[in-house]
């Protein structure tokens, strides 16, 4: 039922999707309403799916925001995170979680609470849109984002809190846009004990934007030093989290896929090899796109915020497809500005689509099992394993297609930016 729900969602913002991104740049709404559209929209949607899945029909929540929970409930009785609690999440974020359960104990609060944090997020995407890029650009963008079958899936449904790291990172890059960067690396820093160092990813790009860059690593330093410092003193041990976090695995990757050729990645000593192979990869194309490209427009970063994480989620033995919503408006803005715009569409949403719908299959057709171990007889159905590698090789090949887009985009910017130099200079 839930695969068949996903599929349906995925088909429905197919559908919508090219004809009212195509609507969008038409003048009919003046900015400020055209922004209230768009949030109404989305609150509309998520909550209005909210209430039917958790109050009318009574379905549990599943997935990620039972072990918030958890841990939640655990803060309460005087347990410590990281101490007394083995979470995989930053210091605050069981504290925060707590903060919610005497309103409404129950996992469908944590489910609510990750709407709002979208509601609020989408203004602020936008705001960056149109002060880096352009409004038609912006509006596009923000259609191609309401009527996306991932955030509908992964905020509206699951309740997983990496929309709190989409938030603070448009909050990082919309300060950085307006030159105050040291609120900028304040609210980067923050992200990494409020929800989960998975953000680090995105240190690289803000910092080297910054006009302050020095400034920029003090201010960014204070919150995780604080944070971790704190239960470390306590007597936790932060990097029990790393190495947790290091021998975490998932499907929809590229090491995953390896598995075909009896690789076996989930062995200590191969997964250190790999993970070391995929940050130098990852080093080196950031490398290549600040040498292409540039990287101190203020378009830059946020296009190469999605540009790493996209190349994140090809290499890193741990990727979850649902770790995109994090990035998934500047992928929107790259797909917006695209020559062909109505191909980059249809990719964008093919992929979101995948990306929906991949977890599930994993979890539920495959056990979560590596593919080594699939490819074994009698472990799983030939059709389920088919329809699942199917799946698994398509969503790689759409990061990669997506990559490409985003490279494009930011290449793009940095035509405009040596254009305008020599129109001066003429």
Known sequence: MILTAKACLALVCFLCALPLSLWAPRPTLAPRQFSKAIVAAVAVSRLGLFTLIFLILGISPQSDVTAYWSEGHAVLKGESPLLDIPTAYGPL???????????????????????????????????????????AVTRRAAVLYVVNPLPISVVAIAGQ??????????????????????????????????VKFLSLL????????????????????????????????????????????GSDN?????????????????????????????????????????????????????????????????????????????????????????????????????????????????????GQRELGDLLKAGVVTPMHTVLFLSCDVLLVAGYAAMIGMVWSAMAKERHHRDGAVWAAQG
């Open 93 to 135: 974020f069981d504290c925060l979680v707590a903060t919610i359960i005497p309103l409404w104990d129950s996992p469908a609060a944590l489910v609510l609470f990750a709407i709002l944090l979208e509601i609020i997020s989408v203004p602020v995407w936008m705001a960056i849109g149109r002060r880096v890029f352009d409004e």
């Open 161 to 194: 809190n990496h929309v709190g790291l989409s938030l603070l990172l448009a909050l990082s890059l919309l300060a950085l846009a307006r030159r105050q960067d040291v609120l900028s690396a304040a609210w980067l820093g923050f992200s990494i004990i409020a």
């Open 202 to 245: 995105f240190m690289p790009p803000l910092f080297l934007a910054a006009h302050r860059r020095v400034a920029w690593v003090a201010a960014f330093a204070v919150f995780p030093v604080l944070g971790y410092g704190a239960v470390a003193a306590l007597g936790a041990h932060p990097w029990q989290q790393v190495a947790f976090h």
């Open 250 to 366: 998932s499907s929809g990757n590229l090491p995953y896929l390896l598995g075909a050729a009896g690789l076996d990645l989930a062995d200590p000593h191969r997964r250190v090899i790999a993970d070391i192979a995929a940050f130098s990869v990852l080093c080196a194309s950031f490398l290549a796109v600040i040498w292409r490209c540039g990287g101190t427009r203020p378009s830059q970063p946020v296009l190469m915020c999605a540009f790493v994480l996209l190349v994140t989620m090809i290499l890193s033995k741990k990727a979850y497809a649902s770790y995109l919503v994090i990035v998934l408006f500047p992928l929107c803005i790259a797909v917006a500005g695209q020559a062909k715009f109505v191909l980059a569409a249809i990719c964008l949403e093919l992929v979101m689509g995948l990306a929906t719908l991949e977890p599930s299959l994993w979890f539920r057709w495959m």
